[in-house]
């Protein structure tokens, strides 16, 4: 009933064929699909736990006769998904979604490019762009909002070095960091259209 | 504005975190305008992050890309070796083992069976078919989970593994005509757990290393006495759970555990006769 000596679940012969393929498709994906949630999150913590979330899904459901194409575009589709409802815990609705996740082998959204090229420029060009993104963003803004940023966010700066470095009391640091991003998040969205 | 004073100040807990590459929580996001916030500031840093560190990228820590492989490879192998075995009605029911005797003189409602009988048939239409099935949530919540007549209502003992065949540490999956569960070997103590996630109805997995049910479709862990292990409240009492990155959102019913007797090396599992 549990092992039957003709079927042993651990020897790599009785593994269903295609399987090989899916350690394959995590050695190859694992990294851009990292990124590519890191630069939403922020944080490595978090950016683990999605990324874990995606591949974890696709033992279950991910059907690896697919072509790589496909794959690619899956595993972004559920790591997309995964950003919404990590975002939506924040905004304080229910944030376990399933309902997005279907079966979700329709082609991609087309205003959102998938495939391998997009995951590419999804993950960034690297340095240069996201060094850029900062910028632009920052240039929007009024300079006492940027440098507050840019001492907290590239400085890596506490409140209170930012404070002193700024010449004002941390109370103050704290609001002009919480304006400043209220700000930038208001650019942001104008920006993204 | 002493408010705006208020709110800086916890949203500054929520950028602490993050800036210093911690895991900022929800909990120091007040309203919708912060939660934009927090997300333009989580792609300042992850930017900020990697323009700073003259890294291409921010690459996962290698040890996060290996342990993640082998609890693929963990849970590749448990779908893989999953076998369902098919309820085989005892021959000979052993004769009523104590608890038994105690549980047939509970009197159940019609009422309450044909409800046990609706939320297993939720259970096992859910376990089969994946997320699809499962829109009537909170009423399947209530009936999945815990000791319901599925459990606890008149019917017999059927046996459904040798002891043999699940040593210490082992777990085997059973289905009975109105139930389906793991055989879990807690080392000696043998105990049986519902398959069936409190959540959506998705089958879950046994992790012998973590002793854990586990389900694949949004990582809720259940321990051997069913109980959610690595929802937030646990969480926070030990701290985390087993190399998971954050703890389960919600919380969970229990699993349901139906009565279990060892017998002459065969185990014997409590059905409802529903």
Redesign the interface.
């Known amino acids: 009933m549990a092992t039957t000596p003709e079927q042993p679940s651990d020897s790599p012969a009785a593994e269903a064929p295609g399987r090989g393929l899916f350690e394959e498709i995590y050695e190859a994906q694992v990294v851009p699909i990292y990124r590519f949630i890191y630069a939403r999150v922020g944080n490595a913590p978090d950016a683990e736990d999605l990324t874990a979330q995606v591949f974890m899904r696709a033992v279950e459901q991910l059907d690896t006769t697919r072509d790589m194409g496909q794959i690619v575009s899956w595993l972004y589709r559920v790591g997309q998904n995964a950003i919404a409802d990590y975002w939506r815990a924040f905004y304080r609705l229910p944030v376990i979604g399933t309902d997005q996740v279907g079966a979700g082998w329709e082609p991609a959204d087309t205003s959102e490019r998938s495939g391998p090229e997009a995951s590419r420029e999804r993950s960034g060009a690297g340095e240069d762009r996201a060094r850029k993104q900062v910028d632009s963003l920052l240039r929007r803004l009024p300079a006492n909002y940027r440098r507050v940023l840019e001492l907290r966010f590239i400085q890596r700066l506490s409140v209170a070095e930012t404070a002193d470095e700024m010449g004002i009391t941390r109370g103050n640091a704290k609001v002009l960091q919480y304006r400043a991003l209220r700000k930038a998040a208001l650019v942001g969205e104008a920006a993204d259209g | 504005m002493a408010d ?2 208020d ?3 916890r ?2 807990h929520y ?5 210093n ?4 929580s ?1 909990d120091d ?1 007040g309203n ?30 290698p040890a ?2 290996e342990q ?2 082998l ?3 963990q ?3 448990a ?3 999953v ?1 369902v ?1 098919l309820p085989v009605r005892g021959a000979r029911p052993p004769a009523p083992a104590e608890p038994a005797g105690q549980l047939t003189r509970i009197r159940v409602s019609r009422r309450g069976l044909l409800q046990a009988g609706i939320g297993a048939a939720a259970g096992l239409a859910a376990g089969a078919l ?3 099935a499962l829109r009537p949530q909170s009423r399947s919540r209530t009936l999945l989970g815990g000791d319901s007549p599925l459990i606890k209502g008149p019917g017999f003992w059927q046996a459904v ?2 002891l043999a ?2 040593p210490p540490g ?1 777990a ?1 999956r059973f289905t009975t005509a109105s139930f389906a569960g793991y055989v879990v070997n807690d080392n000696g103590e043998v105990r049986t757990l519902s398959s069936v996630c409190t ?2 109805g998705c089958t879950l997995y046994y992790r012998p290393d973590w002793k854990d049910l586990r389900c ?4 809720a862990s259940f321990d051997l006495n069913g109980q959610l292990a690595n929802g937030r409240d646990r969480w926070k009492q030990t701290g985390g759970y087993n190399g ?3 703890a389960y ?2 919380s969970l019913p229990d699993l349901a555990r139906p009565t279990v007797m060892v017998r002459d090396g065969q185990i014997y599992v409590w059905t409802a006769q529903i």
Not at chain 2, 15 to 19: E, R
Not at chain 2, 51 to 57: C, V
Not at chain 2, 216 to 219: E, I, L, Q, R, S
Request: glycine letters at 8%; one cysteine or more; charged letters at 20%.
């Open positions: 705006e004073r709110l800086a100040e949203f500054d950028l602490d975190a993050l800036i590459g911690g895991r900022p929800p996001v919708p305008d912060e939660a934009g916030m927090a997300r333009t500031a989580a792609e300042l840093a992850a930017a900020a992050s990697v323009a700073q560190s003259g890294a291409p990228a921010a690459d996962p820590d996060f890309v993640l492989r609890r693929m490879r849970a590749d192998q779908i893989a070796s076998q075995s994946g997320i699809a593994a040798p065949n699940v082992g085997l959540h959506m694949p479709c949004h990582g998971d990155a954050s959102p919600v």
